[in-house]
């Protein structure tokens, strides 16, 4: 059973930076499809990244040139590089593999969410 | 891009059966998938593919999806079903309905 674990969250000045974790057991992040989706105080899901098995990695209109997904494969480990983030990038972000067929695909397995802060 | 609608909100009595809602365009052409979220918990699916349950979803969850509609069911609602419910298709990318709470009275 797949287990995620995400870390690097909290309150950061509007223009800063900040990187977050998403550490699996039970997965190999490098052959999945692994994801950032994320979720606004008292709003709906947004999906935000993923990056695929090949190294190729695609993202939502809202965050593309400021965010960037990468991984660690010895560490087992998926990465969210966000730079000058605004008060609208403040929310809950969720870890998730994403599971894909030839016509759709849906997230199978979720992280417990780290919770970012943007506020001067 | 591709838009679904869901109603705020859906209240059941105990033990009754819940329909929560999930609208598109032609929706009933896409594979639907649900998911809760339970109060400060992160998601969990419940239905993927428009009727597939993982393992763990109790055989109370069920779900349709035709024409411009997507539907969960919840049949015998315990007062543990109280959450949001989400639906989600691909619409080239992950597309997200707004969300549902689930009210068990």
């Known amino acids: 059973e797949a287990q995620l674990v995400e870390s690097g969250g909290g309150l950061v000045q509007p223009g800063g930076s900040l990187r977050l974790s998403c550490a699996a057991s039970?997965?190999?992040?490098?052959?999945?499809?692994m994801t950032w989706v994320r979720q606004a105080p008292g709003k709906g899901l947004e999906w935000v990244s993923v990056l695929y098995g090949d190294g190729r990695s695609y993202y939502a209109n809202s965050v593309k040139g400021r965010f960037s997904t990468s991984r660690d494969n010895s560490k087992n480990t998926l990465y969210l590089q966000m730079n000058s983030l605004t008060a609208e990038d403040t929310a809950v972000y969720y870890c998730?593999?994403?599971?894909?067929?030839?016509?759709?695909?849906?997230?199978?397995?979720w992280g417990q969410g780290t919770l970012v802060s943007v506020s001067s | 891009s591709y838009e679904l609608s869901q109603s705020l909100s859906v209240s059941v009595a105990l033990g009754q059966t819940a329909r929560i809602t999930c609208g598109g365009n032609n929706i009933g052409t896409k594979d639907v998938h649900w998911y809760v979220q339970r109060p400060g918990q992160a998601p969990v699916l419940v239905i993927y593919?428009?009727?597939n349950r993982p393992s763990g979803t109790p055989e109370r969850f069920s779900a349709s999806n035709s024409g411009n509609t997507a539907t969960l069911t919840i049949s015998r609602a315990q007062g543990g079903d109280e959450a949001d419910y989400y639906c989600q298709v691909w619409g080239n990318a992950p597309v997200f309905g707004g969300g549902t709470k689930l009210t068990v009275l």
């Open positions: 593919k428009n009727t």
């Open positions: 998730a593999r994403r599971v894909d067929t030839d016509s759709t695909c849906w997230f199978d397995s």
């Open positions: 039970g997965i190999t992040v490098s052959s999945n499809y």
